[in-house]
């Protein structure tokens, strides 16, 4: 049987576009926006003021407290102004925004490149946390506070994500391809840090390279599988992926460290190597700008806080017919209305959808046709979720496990009904999360 879980969806990929095109490097623009909240936790505290000369890699804005992560320089500049600035989520947030030296080498400060080995497992995890590191995948979840289970949790297996499940993106495809040797080290660099002896990198089927070259570059000393994973959507969720892995299912409220893995993405993988390699913090990430709304889909290397504006203009501009900047995938992605909201950390990819892409569709009742059912990679119950959520029943949307919704977008995609499921659940979280703050205020 081949590795995979239950329900799920198979939208159509539309990897095509990107998959085979070799990642460039995007130029400096005039400005960068560096959000402090780029990372799930609480948001960075600045330490530069305005005026202040900073240079590439260095530190903008601190971590506040272990569930932080702190934010650098992507570019050599001047602090214009710390304020509040358009944020991917569709808030303003406060942000840092440096005026780029527009004839600078971009050369970072010289700096301690961490020998690995020499290092304990509590330094690995520091040193990981100073470089800002934080998953790539989008959820952006520190990478160091998954490097330090609790003492009595037992962590057996390092469990690679490499599945890229959302259509239109191929950052992971890329880096696997480009980077198999960078993978393997930050994998080696992980085991250590968690002190496990066993790694299995998961690959969806419809990115053979990746996987060939993995195979290739496998370092012999380490137990390292390259597994080959059905193509569906959301292979790459978290418990999917470990599902498919390990056969075991994260029980509701849990962590995939209470069933013995840590989950972390291919591309927060790649740039932990490069710490290591460079000594040089994340200042910038690879994204794939694709969909038929953009002249010249690609993948680049692009310096955190880039403006969507100035990612799309290098790849030649929007199509006639585009209708939606959308960062991340169609699936789980967030359409934005403001091209001047930058990169940050935690995005994957900008996509541009047209008129064709997005068809403009009437809401119509729910006919109980359960197709939502079947689709729910959860086993939630969408239909009946949708009509609590429009009642504003928060308390009996909570009563039916709306926690364990992973906002796939699955329900929303199969219903014939256009029911925006999904979108409603996501605002349904925020309003209970607003309640629970007050309560505890
Ligand atoms: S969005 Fe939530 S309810 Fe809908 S399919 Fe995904 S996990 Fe299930
Ligand atoms: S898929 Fe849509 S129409 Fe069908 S049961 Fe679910 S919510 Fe109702």
Redesign the pocket.
């Known amino acids: 049987m081949r590795p995979t879980f239950r329900h799920g969806v198979h939208p159509p990929d539309s990897k095509e576009l990107t998959a085979h095109v070799a990642l460039r490097r995007m130029p400096y623009m005039d400005e960068v926006v560096l959000p402090l909240r780029q990372h799930a936790g609480k948001p960075a505290v600045p330490v530069v003021r305005p005026g202040d000369r900073v240079q590439r890699g260095d530190v903008v804005a601190e971590a506040d407290g272990f569930v932080s992560s702190p934010v650098h320089a992507s570019a050599a500049g001047v602090v214009k102004s710390i304020g509040w600035w358009p944020h991917p989520d569709g808030s303003m947030a406060e942000a840092i925004r440096i005026a780029v030296d527009r004839y600078s080498p971009q050369i970072p400060r010289p700096r301690m490149v961490p020998r690995w080995e020499g290092l304990t497992p509590q330094q690995v995890v520091q040193a990981v946390q100073d470089a800002g590191i934080v998953g790539l995948g989008g959820a952006a979840f520190p990478t160091h506070v998954k490097l330090l289970p609790p003492k009595d949790v037992r962590v057996e297996t390092l469990i690679v994500n490499g599945a890229e499940c959302e259509p239109y993106l191929t950052t992971d495809h890329r880096t696997m391809v480009e980077y198999p040797e960078r993978v393997h080290f930050g994998v080696r660099v992980m085991m250590k840090a968690l002190g496990v002896t066993r790694a299995v990198i998961g690959v969806e089927r419809n990115k053979p390279d990746a996987i060939e070259r993995l195979i290739a570059t496998r370092p012999s000393d380490l137990d390292i599988t390259i597994l080959p994973l059905t193509v569906k959507y959301p292979q790459g969720a978290e418990k999917m992926l470990i599902h498919a892995v390990t056969g075991r299912e994260v029980p509701s409220g849990k962590l995939p460290m209470h069933v013995g893995v840590v989950v972390q993405n291919v591309g927060s993988i790649a740039t932990i190597a490069e710490v290591f390699e460079t000594g040089l913090p994340l200042v910038e990430r690879i994204v794939t700008v694709s969909g038929r709304g953009v002249r010249r889909p690609s993948n680049l290397i692009v310096p955190v806080g880039t403006k969507a504006r100035d990612v799309l203009d290098f790849c030649g501009g929007l199509m006639p017919d585009a209708t939606e900047i959308v960062f991340g995938g169609p699936m789980m992605g967030a359409a934005q209305p403001d091209p001047e909201t930058p990169i940050t950390k935690g995005t994957t990819g900008i996509v541009v959808l047209t008129r064709r892409d997005t068809p403009r569709a009437e809401t119509l009742p ?8 079947e689709a729910c990679p959860v086993f939630l119950n ?2 009946q979720l ?1 009509l609590l959520a429009q009642a504003g029943r928060y308390d009996d949307l909570e009563a039916m496990h709306l926690g364990d919704c992973m906002l796939c977008g699955s ?1 929303s995609y ?4 256009n ?1 925006p ?1 999904s979108q409603m659940f996501a605002l349904s979280k925020m309003a209970l999360k607003k309640a629970r703050t007050k309560v505890v205020a």
């Open positions: 729910c006919i109980r046709c359960g197709r939502c059912l969408p239909s949708g329900c199969v219903c014939p009904s029911i499921l």
